[in-house]
C-alpha cells in the first residue's frame, strides 16, 4: 500500500520539532515494556490493529482508514491539550511495536478513561496488563487523577477482562450517565489498593 501524503513525515526542521515534543512526553518502562511517545510511522501498525476485529469497536467504521486516523490523532493531540494521552508500547527486547495504551478523555466521557489496543501476536503475554498498569499508575500518582475509568463496550469481553485483572469494579451508576450502553469499569486509586 502506498501511503497518503499526511502519513508520511516532513523531513528537517519540522521533523525535529516533531522530535523534540515527542521527547518531552513521559516514557514509562516496565520489566518488559516501553511505553513511549508515538511517532507517525506507527500508525500504520495502529491502523491495522483497528481494521481487524479487535478494532472493532474504536469507530463506526472500522475499516475506513481516514477515520481510524482522526482516531489516533485525537489521541495524540490529547497530550497537548490535557497534559496526558496515548502511547506505543514497544518491547524492551527488539522495539517491535506490541500495540497501545492511553489516558484519554473524549467526547462522551465523564473522567480520564485507561484505554487499551494490541496487537493479536501480543494476546496471552501480559503485555496488555503491564502496559495498562504502568499507565493507570502513572495517570493516578504523577498526573494526579482524581479516578480513571474503563468504558468498554458489553461485547468486549476481552477488554472486560483485562479491566478486572487491574482490579477495577464495576460502576453501575456511570454506567446509567452514559445511558447504559456501554460498562463503566472503575480502577482503583492507590490509596483504595493499599
Known amino acids: 500500500m502506498i501511503r497518503p501524503p499526511h502519513e508520511i513525515p516532513t523531513p528537517g526542521p519540522a521533523a525535529d520539532a516533531a522530535a523534540r ?3 518531552a512526553l ?3 518502562e516496565t520489566a518488559r515494556l516501553i511505553l ?6 506507527d500508525f500504520e501498525i495502529y491502523a491495522r490493529i483497528g481494521a481487524s476485529d479487535r478494532g472493532r ?3 463506526a467504521d472500522n475499516t475506513d482508514r481516514a477515520a481510524l486516523w482522526l482516531d489516533f490523532t485525537q489521541m495524540v493531540a490529547t497530550w497537548l491539550l490535557r497534559g496526558h494521552g496515548v502511547w506505543t508500547v514497544e518491547a ?3 522495539g517491535a511495536v506490541l500495540g497501545f495504551v492511553l489516558i484519554g478523555f473524549e467526547p462522551g466521557d465523564h473522567e480520564p478513561e485507561l484505554g487499551y489496543l494490541f496487537r493479536e501476536t501480543a494476546e496471552g503475554r501480559g503485555y496488555a496488563q503491564e502496559a495498562a498498569t504502568a499507565a493507570r499508575d502513572h495517570a493516578l500518582t504523577a498526573l494526579a487523577l482524581p479516578g480513571l475509568v ?4 458489553p461485547d468486549n469481553a476481552r477488554s472486560i477482562r483485562l479491566a478486572t485483572r487491574l482490579g477495577a469494579a464495576r460502576d453501575c451508576a456511570a454506567e446509567a450517565a452514559h445511558g447504559n450502553s456501554i460498562r463503566v469499569y472503575r480502577h482503583p486509586t492507590p490509596e ?3
Open 26 to 28: 513521559p516514557r514509562l
Open 92 to 94: 524492551r527486547t527488539d
Open 36 to 41: 513511549r511517545a508515538p511517532r507517525l510511522e
Open 21 to 23: 515534543m515527542q521527547a
Open 150 to 153: 474503563s468504558t468498554i463496550d
Open 57 to 59: 469497536h474504536l469507530v
Open 192 to 194: 483504595a489498593r493499599t
